[in-house]
């Protein structure tokens, strides 16, 4: 059984950093596209970076030069490690693995193309 557990969050002040994991199991991540997302309170979820089975990664222009997404084959684990946090980064966090067998990213991130979901965890960013 595929399953996705997502860990990593907690409350940090501006300027902070964190680093989110996603825990794969019932399935090899490294074959997939292996998105990112996040949902601030009132809004709708929103990609937020993604990386596909060859290893290219890209994020959304509000995280970029400050997010980074990672892969450990090993640990079947992905990675987002989140620097220079700011208050709108506060959001509850999720990764995902694609419906069908997506590969290759496509940009922007559309929270269509993915259909297994792990249960998220929150990052509050705040003084």
């Known amino acids: 059984q595929l399953q996705l557990v997502e860990s990593g969050g907690g409350l940090v002040q501006p300027g902070g950093s964190l680093r989110l994991s996603c825990a794969a199991s019932?399935?090899?991540?490294?074959?997939?596209?292996i998105a990112w997302f996040r949902q601030a309170p009132g809004k709708e979820r929103e990609g937020v970076s993604c990386i596909s089975s060859s290893g290219r990664t890209n994020s959304a222009e509000p995280v970029k030069g400050r997010f980074t997404i990672s892969r450990d084959n090993a640990k079947n684990t992905v990675y987002l490690q989140l620097n220079s946090l700011k208050p709108e980064d506060t959001a509850v966090y999720y990764c995902?693995?694609?419906?069908?067998?997506?590969?290759?990213?496509?940009?922007?991130?559309?929270?269509?193309?993915?259909?297994?979901w792990g249960q998220g965890t929150r990052v509050a960013v705040s003084s």
């Open positions: 019932g399935f090899t991540l490294d074959y997939y596209a």
């Open positions: 995902a693995a694609p419906r069908l067998v997506l590969r290759q990213c496509v940009f922007p991130i559309q929270e269509a193309d993915f259909g297994s």
